[in-house]
């Protein structure tokens, strides 16, 4: 192995892969929480919405970054 390297991957390719796919999985796992608050709750079709808007719209704007970085290609 390398020096500076973990399983081959570089500091930077591994904090990306964090950066994506954990956070992303993280993501998905609160819509998961979410959904079960709503439904423990007896929240009904408009507060299962309203419960998904607005906990969910911090995630917005992680998604909107990686798809404008994706459009200008940073």
Known sequence: MEPGTL???TEEQLAN???TWGVGAFMLFM???IGEIAWRSKAGKTGTIILF??????MVGFIAKAIIQKLWGL
């Open 31 to 33: 819509l998961f929480i």
């Open 53 to 58: 808007f607005v906990l969910s719209f911090g």
């Open 17 to 19: 892969f964090g950066a």
């Open 7 to 9: 399983f081959g991957f």
